[in-house]
């Protein structure tokens, strides 16, 4: 999930009912959206 909301409770909450892999705020790190996309489709294989 990439997101720009500002609240982080809202997020959190959105990450564990929809079951998310993982979430990145802004501005992210170009390495950790290349390693997290990676990583993500080898755990979901």
Known sequence: ???G???I???ERV???ANLYCYLTK???HQELV???E???I???
């Open 39 to 41: 990583k993500a489709q």
């Open 1 to 3: 999930m990439l997101t």
């Open 9 to 11: 409770v809202s997020v």
């Open 15 to 17: 990450k564990k009912e």
């Open 27 to 29: 501005p992210w790190n």
């Open 5 to 7: 909301q500002a609240d």
């Open 35 to 37: 390693s997290t996309i």
């Open 43 to 45: 755990d979901t294989n």
